[in-house]
């Protein structure tokens, strides 16, 4: 009889919740801030704890590397903390359901998407009875230090559509029915034809939905998710395809010096200006960093950089990774 426990589950008729877990609160080194993230991480897909949930734990993993190096709870770590353990005590995931189909929503706030792979009961109605008709199947997350320096909403999409693609694939050996992916824009709703000229020109999403024969939907499936589960894209192209009439800049970054410069000929004094810094990390994130953060950002401006073609096309768009 139910409830079974397997491989650090418990698994009753109908929902799946991990066996009792202790949060280990007393943190005093990096062996103990490791022990905890990997415990957390393990839960994850069943508990839906987010990657904007556990960024202030995982925040505590930057810094000296022995594992005996001093560590401390933030407060932002605590309350991060006392959240999980909420969560812990409520979420569950469910049993899957046979003769359903499977289908994958992506949620969240650029840049911290996830998804969820679920399924849906259409005859109960969530007023009726003790049953929910969602059936959650597990959480999908990013990874929290990603690969990239430098990463377009879109590539965050699509690594998130091949997770879990794979991940049904091992679940129930099938692909899914449809992929909710309910895009708004800062000027409205996004349209179908919009949906097919982002497949069309991302390559990265044209991959993770290689041979894909379901339904794509931009709209939340049946209102069963809230407004969360929509996130926003700015597709309006700040750049201008031609030069302006404008001050123009030259950076570049060196990745074995570890500099960065920038210059420019000044309009007023007609002399040539130069900033150059010591910096880390990626040259391309440093450089795509003089654009956005120095004080010539609010000045109109020929920008001449060297970036890849795919990280020319739309630098404003581009989410960067910090530096650990």
Known sequence: MPPWRYLGLEIGKQAIVPQKLE????????ADVHQLCGALNWVR??????????????????????????????????????????????????????????????????????????????????????????????????????????????????????????????????????????????????????????LQENEALQFALDSFTGQISIHRPMKIFNQDAKFTLNLKDVQSRRPLEALTVFTDA?????????????????????????VEGSPQAKEEEEMAFTVLKKVKQNHILYFTKEELNKPENLFMQKVM
């Open 254 to 278: 060196s990745g074995k010096s570890h500099k960065s410069v920038m210059t420019w000929k000044d309009p007023q004094t007609q002399q040539w200006e130069a900033d150059v810094a010591e």
């Open 45 to 198: 897909p069943w508990l839906g704890l987010t990657t904007e949930d556990l960024a202030p734990l995982f925040n505590l993993l930057k810094g000296g590397e022995e594992l005996s190096s001093p560590r401390e709870l933030t407060p932002e770590a605590k309350e991060a903390l006392e959240k999980v353990q909420h969560l812990i005590s409520t979420r569950q995931a469910h049993r899957c359901d046979p003769d359903l189909p499977f289908k994958f929503i992506i949620m969240g706030k650029l840049p911290h998407l996830h998804g969820v792979i679920f399924q849906w009961r259409n005859n109960i109605k969530k007023d009726q009875g003790r049953e929910d008709p969602l059936l959650i199947i597990e959480w999908v997350f990013l990874s929290h230090q990603r690969s990239k320096s430098m990463t377009r909403p879109q590539e965050l999409v699509a690594e998130l559509i091949r997770k879990a693609r794979v991940r049904i694939r091992e679940l129930a050996g099938c692909d899914f029915e449809c992929i909710h992916i309910p895009i708004g824009l800062r000027s409205g709703q996004i349209t179908k034809a919009m949906l097919e000229h982002l």
């Open 23 to 30: 949060i280990k609160a007393k943190i005093q080194t990096l």
